[in-house]
């Protein structure tokens, strides 16, 4: 102990100034109490340690609590610790000090996110006053711009919620023109901006190394969308009277200006989907020169842009000659009340279609129940005639009527009575003599042998119409119930009431529910193909489906089956199975493929498919007819790797 009190000072230097340590040959402890020190400091119970006499046993009662000695409260300075931002906002907001407190731009412009993340339809006038109180827009510049970039940035990367952030700012822009004119200035400066100059600074390092390819094509993938994004804002804002025309006419002729630059292409088409139908409308009521669709349409036609740029355009035009209507509904953000006004609308049909059954098959049961009045024929028999429907619904329905009909006692004669035109109506005679009168429940029938018998009419069921979106879908339900239940001919009724086939616009909704069929069964196994190929047929063999809505049907599922193909691998497998037995029905002929649409017979490999319907419908060779076909569907690509389609044929 002596000796840990002495030495604890540094080593004395030498002449040359290095400090070294020079050990003592022997240290003595001098103090004449040392015997009672050493004994005092041996007596003295450890607080660390385990003292016990035994320290290897184990004790049940461990000591974990730490030395006991005085300890000074940590001291916690105010300003410089750390708080939770929630609870000191909802502390200070009960006081009166929360009014003058100040808050930084950062905390302002987090507050504005917190706020835009939370908006919606249903809470947009509610949240936008706090939006603006909260943020302090109209005092401080540098947080209004800083968010406004983050709206911007919003709408470019949520093109769903596009509409509803240019509603906020064209509600703030109304009450606030600096708003607006510092909206218009940044979105000036991201429409000019070019994409290339983006992806250049998103890709520079910090230490100037360049990043990996697939860094650069990720980082170069978002900035591409995030522009197309803001487009469609620029659109919207334009929609709701923040952007002037002037301003629009000018970005269309930007995008226009090189058609070598497919980005820009295709942003036009994005923004004048979005407000084309506004534009062409403004310009005409302006007295203004209308739009000029000349570029539009020369471009369609120009062999320097990719076939998935013209088909963009082509939509665009077809889109303003349907009257600015959308082929296909688009999603978008919706409020609460819109969202239950769709339920009930559902609802409200679904209502209908119940009603519409039960009474149907009411009137379908008083058909079956009603008895004309009985009459005698000329052999002095009693004729009983009961109408029966025109066409039974189930085995139900057969074994109820099977009941009703009356009892025939053994050893009596039984005859079919005339039937009605028709056939509508059946009888049966029970012989009794007209000599015998007849006595039933105090009713006497006699000399009736001249009474006129009753004319039987049934008034014909007129068949319920379903629109052609609602044979798609009522096809996907068929089908799920005939893949759980395999009852064929209830699924082939189920698809003739659907079509009606020879009826008004039963080519249309047949063609819609054999593409709902095939787009369903293109992402399934090959067994539910064979159990749809089933049905198809006995369809096919009963006329329940022309031949023209099979052609029709068709188109949807090869413009799209490479895009299929990217989540369902086997989905050009299952169409070529579909298009083969079709042929070996003689429904339809290979050379169906050459109507097939343009994007299938340029970008969709049809010349590939169209060998793999070949072998497997015959397997063998195929015929002249049908390699002229295929070499008709063969792309130059083709061509530079098979010199015919023979050839090809025999190389897949």
Known sequence: MMARTKYIEAPTPDANGVEVFNPHEECQWTDENRAETINQSSMR??????????????????????????????????????????????????????????????????KGLLILNKISWTTMDRLTKQFQEETKLVENDEVRKEIITIIIRKAQTEQHFGPMYAQLCSIISKEFKPFKRDLLEKCQGEFEMETADKISLATKTADGTPMDEEEVQYHSTLIRKAYVGHIKFLGELYLRDVVKLSVMTYCLDELLKDESNEENLECFAHLMTTMGEKLVGHTRKKNNKPFDWGPVETLQKSPNISNRIKFMLQDLVELKNRGWVQRRKLETAKSIADLHKELAKEKKNQRRNSSLNISTSQSNLRRVNSVTAPSMDGDGFMEVSRATMKKVGSKQNVSENASAAPSIPKGQKMRRAQSTPAGLSTGYTIGTPSSTPIKQKNVTYNNMSNAPSLPTTVSPERPIVLSVDQCQSKMKSVLKEYFVGGDTADAVLSVHEMIQAGSEGSIERGAKSFEAGVLMVMEMKEAD????????????????????????????????????????????????????????????????????????????????????????????????????????????????????????????
């Open 529 to 652: 193909v064979k159990q749809f190929l089933t049905v198809l047929e006995s369809c096919v063999k009963e006329s329940k489906i022309e031949k023209e809505s099979i052609v029709q049907g068709l188109n949807d599922p090869l413009e799209f089956l490479r895009d299929i193909q990217i989540d369902a691998p086997l989905a050009a497998s299952h169409v070529s199975l579909i298009i083969s037995e079709l042929i070996n029905w003689n429904t339809i002929s290979l050379d169906v493929l050459l109507g097939a649409p343009e994007f299938f017979k340029t970008e969709g490999k049809a010349a590939a498919l169209a060998i793999e319907i070949l072998k497997k419908n015959n397997g063998g060779e195929p015929s002249d007819k049908d390699l002229t076909v295929v070499e008709s569907l063969m792309t130059e690509g083709d061509k530079e790797v098979h010199s015919s389609a023979k050839v090809m044929f025999s190389a897949l």
């Open 45 to 110: 119970v450890m607080e660390l340690g385990d003292v016990s006499k035994n320290p290897n046993s184990k004790s049940k009662n461990k000591e974990t609590a730490p030395p006991l000695e005085e300890c000074k409260p940590l001291e916690i300075n105010e300003e410089t610790r750390w708080k939770s931002k929630a609870m000191n906002n909802s502390a200070t907001s009960k006081t009166e000090d929360s009014k003058t407190e100040q808050f930084s731009s950062m905390e302002l412009v987090n």
